[in-house]
Each structure stands twice: as C-alpha cells, then as structure tokens.
C-alpha cells in the first residue's frame, strides 16, 4: 500500500506514481529527492502508527552469512523492535531449519522476546533465494 501526499488516501502500489512523477510534483526535485521524502514520510506514519498501538515493527539486517551450493546455509541477522533501542542479535542455521536468539533487543524479555520470536518465524518461512539483507516487517499483537 502506499499513501498518497495529495489526498491521503490509501492506494495500492501499482497506482503509486514513480520517483519521476514525484519529483515532478515536488517541483523541481530530482527522483532520488522524492524518493527520499517519499522514504521519511511512510518512516514517520510507520512511527506515528506504532506509538498509537496499532501495529509493531521488527527491523531486520543481515550481519553475517555462510553459503553452500549458492544457499545461504547460515545467517546472522540483527533485529530492532518497533524501529526504537537496541539491536538484538539472532543466529539461523537454514539448513536445519533452527535458530538461536544471542541476544535480546531489550533487556525486558517480556517486550522483547515476541519480536526475536516473531523474526525467527519469519527469516525460517522465507524461501532461501528471497532472504533479505535487509526488511521491515510488520505484525499486531
């Protein structure tokens, strides 16, 4: 979904206008430029949305990996709750399937373990080859 800067209307991403047409509408801007307030403003509504409760946010960044056969066998990923604090660190070993969390983002397991838990579900569930480096991925509770 994106959101439109007009209207503020909801539309799905195939009506998005490109960076080019943005910057056209930023009059005089460059795509990169309207990509980047493009890119500070859903950053703001994703924090606006998160302090009002109505979903979370686990960012995600690949630290480390190990391939076999043009895999990725092994990973470390690092993990944000909610866009906010600490960075907590969790290994993977796709090949089994498992994952270990090294570290939490937050000292309070009680906030913080659900994220490690719901990243963990979720790097597991991706199919090797789409693995991200790096992804926001979102949840409610």
Not at 15 to 32: K, Q, Y
Not at 81 to 99: H, K, L, V, Y
Not at 116 to 133: F, G, R, T, V
């Amino acid at each position: 979904m994106a959101v439109c800067m007009d209207c503020r209307c909801v539309l799905p991403m195939r009506h998005r206008p490109t960076w080019e047409d943005l910057a056209a509408m930023f009059e005089g801007s460059t795509a990169s430029g309207a990509e980047r307030a493009y890119k500070k403003a859903v950053q703001k509504l994703t924090q606006l949305l998160i302090e009002d409760g109505l979903f979370h946010t686990i960012v995600l960044k690949r630290k480390r990996q190990k391939k076999r056969k043009e895999k990725i066998a092994a990973a470390t990923y690092l993990y944000q709750a909610d866009s906010d604090g600490e960075w907590g660190e969790i290994q993977f070993d796709f090949e089994n399937r498992t994952a270990q969390i090294i570290q939490l983002a937050d000292w309070d397991k009680m906030i913080s373990q659900p994220f490690a838990k719901y990243a963990i579900s979720y790097l597991l569930n991706c199919q090797n080859e789409k693995l991200p480096k790096e992804t926001v991925i979102s949840f409610e509770e």
